[in-house]
């Protein structure tokens, strides 16, 4: 059984930094690619950074500049460091994970979140 676990959310004042990390364990395939998610009160869960196998990265408009997705294939891990952050970046973030399984099928999960408060 595949899951996802988040770590790092915290209470940081505007202009800190928090550096998240999300590590799938259980895969029996190939992890092609990690993104984090985020949700705010109120608000739609939104995108915010992907990595792909190869180490190609996108980022939702807000966050470049101020933050950057890694990964460590071999560990299956994720990580979203995240610099000069505002109130608007508060909310529950979330990993999503994407495993390939050769000739069986593509499976996708989600963590459990881990919260994010950004407030003086």
């Known amino acids: 059984q595949v899951q996802v676990v988040e770590s790092g959310g915290d209470l940081v004042q505007p202009g800190g930094s928090l550096r998240l990390s999300c590590a799938v364990f259980?895969?029996?395939?190939?992890?092609?690619?990690m993104s984090w998610f985020r949700q705010a009160p109120g608000k739609e869960r939104e995108f915010v950074a992907r990595?792909?196998?190869?180490?190609?990265?996108d980022y939702e408009d807000s966050v470049k500049g101020r933050f950057t997705i890694s990964g460590d294939g071999a560990k299956n891990t994720a990580y979203l460091q995240m610099n000069n952050l505002k109130p608007e970046d508060t909310g529950v973030y979330y990993c999503?994970?994407?495993?390939?399984?050769?000739?069986?099928?593509?499976?996708?999960?989600w963590g459990q979140g881990t919260q994010v408060t950004v407030a003086a």
């Open positions: 259980g895969s029996s395939g190939t992890i092609t690619s």
């Open positions: 990595i792909d196998s190869r180490g190609s990265a």
């Open positions: 999503y994970a994407v495993e390939l399984v050769p000739a069986i099928n593509t499976y996708t999960y």
